[in-house]
């Protein structure tokens, strides 16, 4: 059996630790220092949460679920991209903070961010991909997964996980 969420669920763990780190910058006093580093967090979020993770959402999985006759009750798809939309004014707003130096807007932005994204990021492992495991066909999960393969070789996830992994170190280790 093919299954299509187990490499986004893997995603989402990378997303949800570099949120918990951002929280920590955000609940320290080195101002200065959380200005520095967030553009590599605003990297981090358009490169690998973003770029990678959310095309594969919106480009394949939610195209496929989109299908008629795939969510015949009810299709939180919708949601879903507008939460995306929301996470990126988020970000939009985390960079125009950062070229004010305007540390309580980029502090104010990135909690949002965070809370946001745990939330999305919950529904769509809890509720989202079980009902795509549920109702896509064999034929449309294998379908998916040669998308998935596409853009693997396209964008090199390898070296993106490896690239945001160590990246993740220095941030955190600045922090420490
Ligand atoms: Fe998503
Ligand atoms: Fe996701």
Redesign the pocket.
């Known amino acids: 059996m093919i299954e299509v969420s187990s490499r986004l669920m893997q995603e989402h763990q990378l997303i949800l630790k570099y949120i918990d780190l951002l929280y920590r910058y955000v609940d320290s006093d080195k101002n200065n220092l959380f200005l520095e580093k967030a553009p590599l967090f605003v990297q981090f979020i358009k490169e690998f949460a973003d770029k990678y993770?959310?095309a594969k959402?919106e480009n394949i999985l939610f195209k496929a679920l989109e299908e008629p006759g795939v969510l015949t009750h009810c299709n939180p798809v919708g949601q879903?991209l507008h939460?995306?939309d929301l996470g990126r004014q988020f970000v939009t707003s985390m960079i125009e903070a950062c070229d004010k130096s305007d540390i309580h807007s980029l502090k104010e932005n990135a909690k949002n961010y965070g809370l946001l994204l745990r939330d999305?990021?919950f529904k769509?492992d809890k509720i989202l991909y079980p009902m795509a495991e549920t109702n896509l066909s064999e034929e449309a999960k294998l379908a998916i997964a040669v998308e998935y393969q596409k853009v693997e070789d396209e964008l090199d996830g390898d070296k993106i996980y490896k690239n945001f992994k160590t990246l993740y170190d220095e941030l955190e280790l600045a922090i420490n």
């Open positions: 993770h959310h959402e879903m939460e995306h999305h990021i769509e």
